[in-house]
């Protein structure tokens, strides 16, 4: 299992996520962050006078892949968060170790398998 966390343009949000979910993707935890980087900002003006805003409105999205949709996913927030100017984003992927559903207490595939790839389970389950 892959952990993809992505930085993309806010209004750029509902087209990520519809490519996700047509990626094979079944869960999506988002978070309103700042983010400074090769952008640096931009200017803004107030009663007539400019400043600078050094960090720019961006949203996190975080998503848990098995190895068989993670490209797809990927490629997904690829092209969905396009824009082709400076600031489009990140992507990350990390592996997890370990998933746990707080509720009923299962561990590892089981927890990860009804999280994000339920109707490969039951598939798994069937066989």
């Known amino acids: 299992m892959?952990?993809?966390e992505a930085i993309v343009r806010p209004f750029r949000l509902n087209e990520v996520k519809e490519a996700l979910l047509n990626a094979g993707v079944s869960g999506i935890t988002v978070t309103e962050?700042?983010?400074?980087?090769?952008q640096k900002g931009r200017t803004e003006l107030y009663r007539g006078a400019g400043y600078l805003v050094d960090f720019v409105?961006?949203?996190k999205m975080e998503v848990v892949a098995t190895d068989s949709i993670l490209e797809g996913a990927v490629e997904a927030i690829l092209k969905a968060?396009?824009?082709g100017r400076m600031g489009d984003g990140e992507i990350y992927?990390?592996?997890?170790?370990?998933a746990m559903h707080i509720r009923t207490g299962e561990t590892e595939s089981d927890a990860a398998c009804q999280l994000i790839e339920p109707r490969l389970c039951a598939v798994k389950r069937a066989r």
């Open 2 to 4: 892959k952990k993809i």
């Open 33 to 38: 962050v700042k983010a400074f980087g090769r």
């Open 57 to 59: 409105p961006k949203v």
């Open 81 to 83: 968060a396009y824009t």
């Open 93 to 98: 992927i990390s592996s997890i170790e370990r």
